[in-house]
């Protein structure tokens, strides 16, 4: 790394800063681009909207950095869960979106949770539950209810039970939503433009059970936790790597050579394993969801093996610490967690698919054009990533609508 690339660091989070500074406000409120745009240009850095919204990732990270290493670095921040590449427009945009987060209270931080992700459930079910709300499980939604005025009148499960309900908040996919209003309730631009927010995934996990904690060159000592192990690992040398992965998958190959994000949980939280044995999850792009050749069940432990190859590069000895691992490309997200495309944010984060344009133009205040019904995870403003933002923009227009019809606040 270079001194010039050392200042350019700091300059560069200073800019995803004000960026983010300036997006913060519409994250809680269904924002136009226009809105957002008037925004960015109070702003005093020129060019900030296109720059951070517009722009591609990888031309900010060569205005910046002179070094591959650095470039490649924050490159990888604008291609999460995207089928493009970081020279395409609008990459830029991924990257801001993952510097929006306050954890800790810290700007641009994001943090680990205590107890791994299910505690984040668990406190909001504890939530519900205090507040006398029944939450059902293992209760997967076949249809919605209509009363005889077209309004939602509640769901019909797949067991055939029916649920009654005036107000139906669905965070499945939108194009899952899609199939249980069905299309016909729906108007057609609405729906085709719902068709037309690409979900196709790009993303592998591979979460690893490990005997030991994996040494990396040039770190520490054999069995001792360093800084190389608590925060986040990641490959990703160049713009041009993350180019030549990209580039593989959109002709239906495994990438070569991964882009990676790792993590060793039991680093900073050793109670979630055994003594002395450790977690890693590895997060890794890009993946075709169906391959030019074979299948997802003939090519997932190849696809595995892969990815942790591109990770022993840097950590020599570490598939023999694996015990037990789990791979999931997008079809196995798409069937275990319901995600069209296995597209890990229901659908592109990309500028052609935000603000007043998710999921479906003229659509983002959390509405469907079918009265009660409301959409309230990722696929609704401001996308995904666990920031709740969505839930709570829904709940908003609900009551909102509430009021309006004269039912008041609910105590
Ligand atoms: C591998 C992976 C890694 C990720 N990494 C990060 C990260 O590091 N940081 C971050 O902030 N975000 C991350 N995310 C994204 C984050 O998990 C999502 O943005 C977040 O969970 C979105 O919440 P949601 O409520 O919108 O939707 P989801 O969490 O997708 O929940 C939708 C729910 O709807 C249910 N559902 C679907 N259809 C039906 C039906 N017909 N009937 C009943 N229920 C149904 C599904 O089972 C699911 O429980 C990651 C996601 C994945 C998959």
């Known amino acids: 790394m270079s001194r010039k690339d050392a200042d350019a660091h700091v300059k560069v989070h200073e800019l995803f800063d004000e960026a983010a500074r300036r997006l913060r406000p519409f994250l809680s409120y269904p924002a136009t681009r226009k809105q957002v745009r008037r925004a960015f240009r109070q702003s005093d850095v020129e060019g900030l909207f296109a720059k951070t919204v517009d722009g591609s990732i990888a031309s900010i990270a060569e205005d910046y950095f002179e070094t591959d290493i650095l470039q490649g670095m924050l490159a990888s921040e604008g291609i999460i869960s995207s089928m493009a590449g970081p020279r395409t427009p609008g990459t830029a945009y991924i990257a801001l979106h993952h510097a929006f987060g306050q954890a800790t209270g810290h700007d641009g931080a994001w943090g680990f949770v205590r107890g791994g992700m299910g505690a984040i459930t668990s406190a909001l079910a504890d939530i519900v539950r205090a507040q006398g709300g029944e939450i059902r499980i293992e209760a997967e939604v076949a249809e919605l209810r209509l009363d005889e005025r077209r309004r939602a009148a509640g769901v019909v499960l797949a067991s055939g039970e029916e649920i009654e309900a005036s107000i139906v908040c669905s965070n499945a996919t939108a194009q899952c939503t899609v199939a249980f209003v ?18 196709e995934g790009t993303v592998v996990k591979v979460n690893c059970a490990l005997s030991g904690l994996p040494k990396f060159k040039g770190f520490g000592s054999e069995g001792e936790i360093g800084p190389e192990h608590t925060g986040t690992i990641t490959v990703s040398p160049s713009i ?58 003939e090519r997932r432990d190849v696809v595995g093996d892969a990815v942790v190859a591109t990770l022993e590069t840097y950590a020599p000895g570490l598939s023999d610490l694996i015990e037990d691992r789990l791979v999931l490309g997008p079809p196995d997200l798409e069937a275990r967690f319901g995600l069209t495309g296995g597209n890990i944010f229901h659908g592109e984060l990309l500028p052609d698919w935000l603000f007043d344009k998710r999921p479906s133009r003229g659509w983002h205040r959390h509405r469907w054009p079918l009265p009660g019904l409301y959409l309230c995870g990722s696929a609704a403003h401001p996308g995904g990533g666990v920031c709740g933002a969505p839930g709570r923009n829904a709940a908003r227009s609900v009551l909102e609508d509430l009021v309006a019809a004269g039912a008041g606040m609910p105590s």
């Open 240 to 297: 041009d790597y993350l180019e030549d992965a990209c580039r593989r998958a959109a002709e239906g190959h495994p990438a070569d050579n991964f882009f990676c994000e790792a993590w060793i949980q039991t680093a900073t939280e050793p109670e979630l394993a055994p003594e002395g044995k450790h977690t890693l999850s590895i997060f890794a792009q890009y993946v075709p969801y169906s391959f030019a050749e074979g299948t997802w069940d």
């Open 182 to 199: 069905g299309a016909d309730h729906l108007p057609p631009d609405f729906v085709d433009d719902i068709e037309l927010l690409p979900t």
